[in-house]
């Protein structure tokens, strides 16, 4: 049965991730175009983040006490669909944009746990892990490389509208839980998960890992700002932004790829490639600094490529070292502590930006932080088993 929710999860993951790429696209352009400021990004930012500062903790929660974990999916999906109809209508109106913007946003973390937790209780193997959570990135990454240029031609010619297509795929996604909303979501109580309650997590490592991520988030933060500041004064830039992001999709495909290969014959381990994508999305900060249009691309396929090693072998991490019936709760406690500075770092550099300092001197700040970050992470983590 858990083989059959994976599959199914892997199915409505794809529907919603074209949805999402409209998402992505639609609401920050529709925004952009409205007001015509890229601090006004920065406030779309701060309210896409906000709930993944605010619920996170409590979703989590509520997701590992529920057992019929695949209801809370479907109430997520339906719910979805029924803002991204709602924010078409309401668009001009910036305050309700931002409002639903939020509830779409704490949507998907209710979503996302589920997924989270569904793999976790498939097996504790660390290849294992990496190979599922491998595949689904190998899935949604597919579906992007179509999914963002869609996207961005989509919102040039119907602008917000393009919403109502994203609320028809989490309908769909959603209609494809109704079998399955009974079934129980749980770890069989093996020898090995019984082990697995005995890890204790040492103070210094989750100061270590917390500080690491804060400082990494921050600096990355960034990397959405200087995109937007590139494009902006660029007619279409929709468009250009949307095939940007299916570069970054290709980064990430060949990634998780190569991932799932190494997955198979036991050579990826879980911490090597966390840490190497964070050095790589790191240098992608640099580059993006270049002030040439061309730069962009290295930069971005870089940004997808490191980015999915980090997250993959991330959730795989946790999946590996966190007792399922506290998963949730855990990744909702950091997941709120390390999103907390992106939308501050979105304002920051958007506000610096637009009082004239030069973007390669922001870029290579940013690098600098970003590298002070993998390497708090690597020394932090030394004790941590590698597989």
Known sequence: MKRTLYRLHVITSSLRIVGDAI???ALPWSLLNATGSLISIGGFSLFTHLPWVLFPPILGRALDRATKKVRLAFLALILQALLAVLIVPLSSNVWAFYLIVSGISALDILHRYYGLS???SMTLDSSELQSLNAKLATVENALSLVAFP???????????????LDAVLLLLGALALVPYLNVEVKRE???????EKRLQISRRLVVGVLASVLLFNFALGSFRIFVFASLKELAKGEVLYGLLQGLTTVGSLVA?????YLARKRLAGLKRPLILGMLLQSIALLIVGVPAVVALFPAVFILGFGG???NVSFDSLMQRFIPLESLGTARGVFDALATIVIPLSHLVFAWLIERGVETLCLTSAAFLIGA???GLFAITTRGLPSG
């Open 23 to 25: 998402e992505y696209v």
């Open 308 to 310: 999915e090693l980090l």
């Open 150 to 164: 869609l996207a961005g031609f989509l919102t040039y010619r119907f602008g917000i509208r393009a919403m109502l």
């Open 372 to 374: 002070l970050a993998v």
């Open 256 to 260: 998780v790829a190569g991932l799932t």
């Open 189 to 195: 109580g093996t020898e090995e998960a019984r082990e």
């Open 118 to 120: 569904l793999i976790a």
